[in-house]
């Protein structure tokens, strides 16, 4: 089973900051933090990723606590077109533990005009 | 930018029938995946593929299933007998390297078995 918490659904208006939260109190120090998003019925979209540090990149910052028991995608900028099922999801990279990526049932974003 | 491309994108087969999915990974990648949706349900790891042989499997991956790389571009997964649980989408993704390296997945194949 999925090793992350994330509230089943959430609106956002467009223009305004998505901020997705996921939590993780369980995660591992091997395990990353990755976020995928799944629009429709099209392919898991990669979205961003890290360990310990806040990360950003072209499409949304991950801000992930000091203690790495929970983190937050924002999404600067929602638009229509963010509407998706996002998924956060814990994955080792190094010693035990699967190197897959173990989806759950994701935040169903709705971003409203 | 390269991008993960599957074909056919919808195939309908009969039950006991076999079919095999097609899948051309980004090009300088090295891992390659096979990940399954049920309609309505969660997205299920498959397989993992590297250097010729099976990384890690899944439970569901049994001895139905089976995948190649053919050739320098080709990934492929066939199904021997299908069933009709086997009706979903087959994503297929590849990673750079090994964990950390992100997956990158295709639009899948829509797989239905009447």
């Known amino acids: 089973d999925a090793k992350t918490t994330q509230p089943p659904s959430m609106d956002c208006a467009e223009g305004r900051a998505a901020n997705l939260p996921c939590n993780h109190s369980?995660?591992?120090?091997?395990?990353?933090v990755y976020w995928y998003r799944q629009i429709h019925s099209q392919g898991p979209q990669y979205i961003i990723h890290?360990?310990?540090n806040n990360e950003t990149n072209e499409m949304a910052s991950l801000i992930i606590t000091e203690d790495r028991k929970s983190s937050t995608l924002i999404l600067p900028h929602a638009t229509l077109r963010d509407t998706a099922v996002y998924y956060c999801?814990?994955?080792?990279?190094?010693?035990?533990?699967?190197?897959?990526?173990?989806f759950g049932k994701g935040t169903k974003l709705s971003v409203i005009p | 930018e390269p991008e993960v491309t599957q074909t056919p994108s919808h195939q309908v087969t009969q039950m006991g029938q076999e079919v095999i999915l097609r899948c051309v990974p980004i090009?300088?990648?090295?891992?390659f995946y096979w990940y399954r949706q049920i309609l309505g349900q969660k997205v299920e790891f498959l397989v993992s593929?590297?250097?010729?042989?099976?990384?890690?499997k899944s439970e569901i991956f049994d001895d139905q299933f089976s995948v190649e790389r053919p050739d320098g571009s080709n990934f492929t997964l066939k199904i021997r007998s299908t069933k009709l649980e086997d009706s979903a989408m087959y994503f297929c993704a590849s990673s750079l390297d090994s964990s950390p390296y992100p997956l990158h997945f295709g639009n899948g194949t829509r797989l239905t078995v009447t």
């Open positions: 369980t995660i591992s120090g091997n395990e990353y």
């Open positions: 090009s300088n990648h090295l891992y």
């Open positions: 999801i814990v994955r080792a990279y190094s010693g035990a533990g699967s190197y897959q990526l173990t």
């Open positions: 593929f590297y250097n010729n042989e099976i990384s890690e």
């Open positions: 890290g360990l310990k």
